[in-house]
Structure formats: C-alpha cells, structure tokens
C-alpha cells in the first residue's frame, strides 16, 4: 500500500521507503516478542543480535540518508 501511495505521488518516494523500512523493523520487534515467548532462550539471545543489527542498520538508513 505504501508503494501504491508513492506510485500514485500521494506522499513522496523519500518518505515511502522511510515508512517501509520502519515497518520492517516493527514487523522484527513483533517477532522476536513472539520467539522469546515461545522458543528456548538460547534461540532468542541469537535473533536479538540479528535483529539489533537489522535494526540498527535501518535506523541508520532512515536517520543519515537524505
């Protein structure tokens, strides 16, 4: 929906991708929450490293890429 909006010059492509990347990282919280309920905690020491670095890269992508 977010790439129907920037198609359709209803918000710009800079913000687009900006939203996509945000809600990719969300969308990695919400599963990592679910994997520490429901895996061992060895299985989730190991996503929230992957997923602080995942994380971490997207922040920087949103907060230094002009």
Not at 46 to 64: C, E, K, M, N, P
């Amino acid at each position: 929906s977010t790439s129907r909006l920037v198609h359709t010059d209803v918000i710009e492509a800079h913000t687009g991708w900006r939203l996509i990347v945000l809600a990719s990282m969300s969308n990695m919280v919400f599963k990592l929450g679910l994997a520490s309920m429901l895996g061992s905690r060895e299985m989730s020491r190991r996503l929230g490293v992957l997923f602080l670095i995942a994380i971490a890269v997207g922040t920087g992508l949103i907060a230094f890429w002009s």
